[in-house]
């Protein structure tokens, strides 16, 4: 996966929208628009907020790897997560 992908996947599992991601890293939204659409790369300030705010996606992000014992998720992971607990809870 690239990271303009995977930008889009954290942003849809850790906000409600382009608006509040771009909010919480004080992002232009038109820069995180183009990332997204055009799958242009990131820059290196935009990806260490990303890491900075959110440092359990920093392996999967840089590197395409979990580790899980480490605290080392991905998105897909976290949203299983927040499902299986709003189902036992």
Not at 41 to 66: A, F, I, N, Q, S
């Amino acid at each position: 996966m690239d990271l303009a992908r995977k930008i889009r996947a954290i942003r849809e599992a850790e906000t409600s929208g382009r608006q509040e991601f771009c909010d919480i890293l004080g992002v232009n939204k038109g820069t995180l628009t183009r990332i997204e659409q055009t799958g242009q790369v990131p820059k290196g300030d935009l990806l260490e907020e990303v890491c900075r705010k959110w440092p359990k996606y920093t392996l999967w992000l840089m590197t395409d790897k979990t580790d899980e014992s480490c605290g080392q998720i991905d998105p897909e992971t976290e949203v299983a997560r927040r499902e299986n607990s709003l189902k036992a809870g």
